[in-house]
């Protein structure tokens, strides 16, 4: 991690996750402020390599980005997806799926909408509510892709 930190240093690129399995292949899945390009990976992928010895050590690597079915795992990666849905498990186990229409260091305001029952006649009529959900109550939160 400490490799990866120092160079993606001053950069607006960060690591969203390691995993190094036990025959040492190692992946590693980093994030953008304004995305990830092929050139980010294998820009980060030859500094990884140049400091780490395979005489001493064989090994695998792998960098690519964050993926857009993987969960958010970090406050910084919500203020790309403004304007974008979200499905939003909560630790109480509620879901809410809608826009997300800000983020800040606390959590996130996202926008549902509903069909919910008229109150007088019969019917069902559209309802949009707007939560503020803390990160702290966030089990998961995963992009909507639209296919």
């Not at 992946?27 to 995305?35: A, H, K, P």
């Not at 990830?36 to 695998?60: H, M, P, Q």
């Not at 969960?71 to 974008?84: E, I, M, T």
């Not at 069909?115 to 992009?143: A, F, Q």
């Amino acid at each position: 991690m400490d490799i990866c930190s120092r160079h993606l240093q001053d950069t607006k690129l960060y690591v969203t996750g390691i995993k190094i399995s036990s025959d040492n292949k190692i992946n590693v899945f980093i994030d953008g402020d304004e995305g990830v390009t092929i050139k980010d990976c294998v820009t980060l992928s030859r500094a990884i390599e140049g400091e780490l010895n395979r005489d001493r050590e064989d090994f695998s690597l792998d960098v690519s980005s964050h993926g857009a079915a993987t969960p958010l795992a970090f406050p910084r990666q919500y203020k790309r997806h403004v304007g974008r849905d979200l499905e939003v498990l909560k630790t109480d186990n509620t879901k809410l799926e809608g826009k997300l229409l800000q983020s800040d260091e606390e959590g996130i305001e996202i926008e549902v909408s509903s069909r919910e029952n008229k109150t007088l006649g019969k019917g069902k009529t559209t309802v949009v509510r707007t939560y503020h959900v803390p990160y702290s109550e966030m089990k998961e939160t995963k992009i909507k892709l639209k296919y």
